[in-house]
T-cell receptor, first 116, second 112 residues
Framework: KAGVTQTPRYLIKTRGQQVTLSCSPI?????VSWYQQTPGQGLQFLFE???????NKGNFPGRFSGRQFSNSRSEMNVSTLELGDSALYLCASSLVVRGQGLGGYTFGSGTRLTVV | AQSVTQPDIHITVSEGASLELRCNYSYGATPYLFWYVQSPGQGLQLLLKYFSGDTLVQGIKGFEAEFKRSQSSFNLRKPSVHWSDAAEYFCAVYTGGFKTIFGAGTRLFVKA
């Protein structure tokens, strides 16, 4: 079956702009999580969605937002981009067992965002 | 506070040698633990996971990990490393609240 698909793979944006990243989870996976990966901070949790509801959010400013659609596809948006937002943004989907995502993640290949 | 510590930023081993990557976690309840591998420019791939039961878990690509509650550790091992194992390895713990936290990663270099 198809894996987790993230689009686009690469993106270059200018400071102050906004960006939208997309993630299509594995069929049947209803939980989608987003992570930011940078060399200095490692993998930082952004947020998690299930059934179109955000169930948890990491310590990121309000410029970072997301949503999930009825088909479980998810998008994240970053407004007013800053240089420090340059990172690899990873989406991960998982099965939800008894209300918890304990199956481990399947990650997409990520979107490499560069802010100039 | 919940955390995952991977003490080694990078490790170099010779091809064919054994490997052990260390992971320590801090979590009050029964942990759900994972190891992932990331090749350059790619996302992470799940190697193995521990939820309960047998403390020695087998994963893909010949990897195994042992959960030791008394040491709060979940070390990853492989008896014989192949050049294709060169990558970055991440230990992770599911903390509840639909959130998983990751260690900083250990980069593995394999010498020919």
């Amino acid at each position: 079956k198809a894996g987790v698909t993230q689009t686009p793979r690469y993106l270059i944006k200018t400071r102050g702009q906004q960006v939208t990243l997309s993630c299509s989870p594995i069929s049947g996976h209803r939980s989608v999580s987003w992570y930011q990966q940078t060399p200095g901070q490692g993998l930082q949790f952004l947020f998690e969605y299930f059934s179109e509801t955000q169930r948890n959010k990491g310590n990121f400013p309000g410029r970072f937002s997301g949503r999930q659609f009825s088909n479980s596809r998810s998008e994240m948006n970053v407004s007013t981009l800053e240089l420090g937002d340059s990172a690899l943004y990873l989406c991960a989907s998982s099965l939800v067992v008894r209300g918890q995502g304990l199956g481990g993640y399947t990650f997409g290949s990520g979107t490499r965002l560069t802010v100039v | 506070a919940q955390s995952v510590t991977q003490p080694d930023i990078h490790i170099t081993v010779s091809e064919g040698a054994s490997l052990e990557l260390r992971c320590n976690y801090s979590y009050g309840a029964t942990p759900y633990l994972f190891w992932y591998v990331q090749s350059p420019g790619q996302g992470l791939q799940l190697l193995l996971k521990y939820f309960s039961g047998d403390t020695l878990v087998q994963g893909i690509k010949g990897f195994e990990a042992e959960f030791k509650r008394s040491q709060s550790s979940f070390n990853l091992r492989k008896p014989s490393v192949h050049w294709s194992d060169a990558a970055e390895y991440f230990c992770a713990v599911y903390t509840g609240g639909f959130k998983t936290i990751f260690g900083a990663g250990t980069r593995l270099f394999v010498k020919a």
